[in-house]
C-alpha cells in the first residue's frame, strides 16, 4: 500500500453495539469486536471506522456524547479499545472512530454547566439568544421528526440553537476554547492509536451561527486548523468528513484557493451516490457517465469515499423530484420505506429484490470506480432490514453470524437485545449468516473476499484516475478505465437485462495480453478487445496492462 494509505483502503463501517456481544449482555462489546478481527482480515479489510463509541443516553445512537475522552462503558474500557488498535493494526487494519463535535448531550457537564448561569466558564461554549429567532423553524436535518432548530431552557432563560434534536445543543465554534477543546479530543484518540476520524456534520462545524441569520458565514480556516494539528501529532492520520453541499463548493473542503491539499484528506461522495442509485433504477449508466465528468478536480493527495450504503438513509436530495421519484419506484415504492421526504431506509440486498446478480453488479461498480470504497456491515453476506424499527434503526440490526438463536450476535435472551434480529422472511439469520456462507465457495461472503482481492492487486483504480471510455455502447452498458503508476484496468457493467457485445478494439494499442480479473462469468478470451461480451447484469474487469513496479 502505498504512502497516501487511504487512496488504496478498504473501509469496513460497524457500530459496535451491534456487531457482536462478548458477555452476553444484549448489546455487542470492543472484546466481540476483537473476536471478529480475523473475519475481517480475510475479507480484505483495511480499515474499520466504528460509529460513536462514547458515553452517551443513546437518544440518538451515540452521537450524544456525554464524555468525548472516554469509551460508553456498554461497549468496554479504554483499556479494551487500546487492545483492538494493538490487534487490528497486527492484522493490518487501521481504525477510525467518528468525531461528533458540532454538538454534545444536553446531559454533558458542559452543558449543564453553562445552562446554570449566565456566568458560566462553559456559557459560551454554546450558542444562544435572548430573543426568540425569527429563523427558529429553518434548517431542520430530521424534517418530520424535528420542528425547530432553536429551543427555549427555562433554566438559562435563553434559546440555544440545536442543528439536530433538541437534546443535541450545537457548540459555538467562534469560541476559541471550544476550537481548542476539540483539537485536545483529536490529540486524545490520536495518541492512543487511532488512524484518523470520520468527521460528522462538516458544514456545520464550521458554521458560525447567528441568530436570525439563515445563511451564517463558515470558516473554512478552521478545516485547515484541524489538518495542521493531526498531521504534527500524526502524520499518517485521516480527516474523512461528511459534507452534503453544492458540488461547485466540494473543492474548498479538500484545500484554500491556492490549490493546496490543506484540509480535508476525504469527503464522502454524495453526488456520485444518488447518481448510482439513479442509474441502477434506470437500469442506464448515463447519471454515472455525467457524475464522472462533472466530479471536480481534486488537490494532490485529495480523495473521494464512494459507498453504496452506509449508517443513514440513502440521501436522493441531490437528484430532481423527478428522479427521486424514479428511485423511489423502483427502490422504495412503500411509504414506510422512505425517510425525511428525501431518502430511503432499505438496505441494498433487499432494494435489489435479493437478485445476486444485481447485487454482484451493484457492488462490482462501486468497487471500480475512482475512490476509496466504504461497505456497510452486513452488506457482505446481503442482509435485510427491518422496517417495524423506527427511522434509521431499520438498517442498524445485530449482525448475523450463524443459525444460533440471536444469529450469534449474542447469548442473552432476546428481549434483552440492543436491537431485535431479523428471524422472519427472505432476509432471516436462518437464511442469511455468515457461517452459512463460509461453507459456500459460491457464496456473496466468498465473491466479496475475491472481488476485495483482485481491488488489493488494483490500486490504480484507488490512487490512479478513472475516465469514461467514450465509444458507442449498448444499452446500458458502461465502459470506464482506470490508470496509475502500476497499469491500466478497463471495466465493463451491464445494468440492463440483456446480453451485450463491446467493441474496445481502439484499446488494444495499449494492451499486453489483456484478462479478465474478476467476470460474472467465464467469458473465455479476451483477444483483441473487439468482441467483448458482457451479461445482462454481467460485469467485467479486465487487465489491460501492468506498468512498472512503483
Not at 483495511?46 to 456525554?66: M, Q, R, V
Not at 465554534?173 to 483529536?186: G, L, S, T, Y
Not at 473543492?251 to 444518488?274: C, I, Q, T, W
Not at 462533472?294 to 452506509?310: E, I, M, S, V, Y
Request: proline residues 6%.
Amino acid at each position: 500500500m502505498g504512502d497516501r494509505w487511504y487512496q488504496e483502503a478498504v473501509v469496513y463501517c460497524l457500530d459496535i453495539d451491534t456487531y457482536a456481544d462478548s458477555d452476553g449482555d444484549g448489546v455487542g462489546d470492543i472484546r466481540g469486536l476483537l473476536g471478529r478481527l480475523d473475519y475481517l482480515a480475510r475479507l480484505g479489510v483495511t480499515c474499520l471506522w466504528l460509529h460513536p463509541i462514547h458515553p452517551s443516553p443513546n437518544k440518538d445512537d451515540g452521537y450524544d456524547a456525554t464524555d468525548f475522552y472516554n469509551v460508553n462503558p456498554r461497549l468496554g474500557t479504554l483499556g479494551d479499545f487500546a487492545e483492538l488498535l494493538h490487534q487490528a493494526r497486527n492484522r493490518g487494519i487501521r481504525v477510525i472512530i467518528d468525531l461528533v463535535v458540532n454538538h454534545t448531550s444536553d446531559e454533558h457537564p458542559w452543558f449543564q454547566s453553562a445552562r446554570s448561569s449566565p456566568d458560566s466558564p462553559y456559557r459560551d461554549w454554546y450558542v444562544w439568544a435572548d430573543e426568540e429567532p425569527p429563523n427558529r423553524h429553518q434548517g431542520m436535518v430530521f424534517p418530520g421528526e424535528q420542528n425547530e432548530t432553536w429551543s427555549y431552557d427555562r433554566t438559562a432563560k435563553a434559546w440555544y440553537y440545536h442543528r439536530f434534536y433538541k437534546f443535541q445543543p450545537d457548540l459555538n465554534m467562534a469560541n476559541p476554547k471550544v476550537r481548542e477543546e476539540v483539537k485536545k479530543i483529536m490529540s486524545f484518540w490520536l495518541q492512543l492509536g487511532v488512524s484518523g476520524f470520520r468527521m460528522d456534520a462538516v458544514p456545520f462545524i464550521i458554521e458560525l451561527t447567528e441568530a436570525g441569520n439563515p445563511d451564517s458565514p463558515k470558516d473554512m480556516d478552521f478545516l485547515t486548523e484541524l489538518r495542521q494539528h493531526v498531521q504534527w501529532r500524526r502524520g499518517d492520520a485521516i480527516l474523512l468528513a461528511e459534507a452534503n453541499v453544492e458540488p461547485d463548493q466540494l473543492p474548498v473542503y479538500f484545500g484554500d484557493s491556492g490549490g493546496s491539499a490543506n484540509r480535508l484528506h476525504m469527503l464522502f461522495d454524495f453526488m456520485l451516490n444518488g447518481r448510482l442509485m439513479l442509474a441502477l433504477a434506470r437500469q442506464d449508466p448515463e447519471s454515472v457517465i455525467e457524475a464522472l465528468r462533472d466530479t471536480p478536480k481534486l488537490p494532490q493527495g485529495g480523495q473521494w469515499a464512494t459507498f453504496l450504503r452506509n449508517h443513514d438513509e440513502i440521501d436522493l436530495s441531490r437528484l430532481t423530484a423527478e428522479q427521486r421519484n424514479q428511485v423511489y419506484e423502483q427502490f422504495g415504492p412503500d411509504e414506510d420505506m422512505r425517510l425525511y421526504g428525501r431518502g430511503i431506509r432499505r438496505r441494498l440486498a433487499s432494494m435489489l429484490g435479493n437478485d445476486r446478480r444485481r447485487i454482484e453488479l451493484a457492488y462490482a461498480l462501486q468497487f471500480s470506480l475512482r475512490g476509496t470504497p466504504v461497505l456497510r456491515y452486513g452488506e457482505e453476506i446481503g442482509m435485510g432490514e427491518d422496517l417495524s424499527l423506527p427511522g434509521r434503526e431499520a438498517i442498524r440490526t445485530p449482525m448475523q453470524w450463524s443459525y444460533k438463536e440471536n444469529a450469534g450476535f449474542s447469548t442473552a435472551e432476546p428481549e434483552k437485545l440492543v436491537r431485535p434480529v431479523i428471524d422472519k422472511g427472505e432476509f432471516s439469520y436462518e437464511k442469511v449468516n455468515v457461517t452459512a456462507q463460509r461453507r459456500d465457495p459460491r457464496s456473496l461472503l466468498a465473491w466479496f473476499e475475491r472481488m476485495i482481492r483482485t481491488l488489493r492487486e488494483a490500486p490504480e483504480i484507488g490512487s490512479g484516475t478513472t475516465t469514461h471510455i467514450d465509444v458507442p455502447m449498448p444499452p446500458g452498458v458502461l465502459a470506464h478505465r482506470a490508470d496509475g503508476p502500476t497499469g491500466t484496468m478497463v471495466f465493463l457493467h451491464n445494468l440492463g437485462t440483456e446480453d451485450a457485445e463491446v467493441d474496445l478494439s481502439t484499446l488494444q494499442p495499449e494492451a499486453d495480453l489483456p484478462i479478465d480479473v474478476l467476470a460474472d462469468r467465464g467469458y473465455g478470451d479476451v483477444g483483441k478487445l473487439e468482441r467483448l461480451k458482457v451479461s445482462g447484469y454481467g460485469y467485467r474487469w479486465i487487465r489491460l496492462c501492468r506498468g512498472q513496479p512503483v
